[in-house]
């Protein structure tokens, strides 16, 4: 048999169960037309982040980060500009690049675009992994 609570006690826990809800009245949707985005630009944004096309500043607006290419197509695949000097930074890169096509193959790890990307991105890290024996 369980406690009895004070009085008061048991309207009080339910108003606050009532408050800490989503219920339609306390859970409001943000309005896109306010510039939010809808999924797919929220996505699109979050690959162009992790490719590292775009920075964020502290009041999160995007400020588009000027990335030249270079003229080794392995560094372009990865999205470096220049050739890593240790594993840490290659390996950084491997995980974005392949996070980033994850991302535009809409999540999907079986589609063909996505598959095709994965195999480039690897053999271009296990390459530059061989070329600097680590």
Same mark, same amino acid.
């Given at each position: 048999m369980g406690r009895k609570l004070p009085p008061g006690e048991a309207e009080r826990r339910a108003a606050e169960r009532k408050r800490a809800t989503f219920s339609g009245e306390r859970y409001k949707t943000y309005d896109t037309s306010q510039g939010y985005g809808n999924a797919a630009d929220w996505a699109?944004?979050?690959? %162009?982040? +992790?490719?590292? *096309?775009? #920075?964020f500043d502290f009041?999160? /607006? &995007?400020? $588009? !980060? !000027?990335? #030249? /290419? /270079?003229?080794? $197509? *392995? +560094? *372009?695949? =990865?999205?470096?500009d220049a050739t890593p000097t240790d594993f840490? /930074? =290659? !390996? !950084? %890169?491997?995980?974005?690049? &392949? +996070?980033? %096509?994850?991302?535009a193959a809409g999540s999907n790890d079986t589609s063909p675009e996505y598959v095709n990307a994965f195999r480039k991105i690897t053999l271009v890290f296990e390459k530059l992994k061989r070329q600097h024996r680590w």
């Open positions: 699109s944004m979050a690959a %162009a982040f +992790l490719n590292g *096309d775009v #920075t009041e999160f /607006t &995007v400020n $588009p !980060k !000027k990335r #030249t /290419t /270079t003229n080794n $197509p *392995d +560094l *372009d695949i =990865l999205g470096l840490a /930074t =290659l !390996k !950084k %890169a491997y995980r974005r690049a &392949v +996070l980033a %096509a994850f991302s």
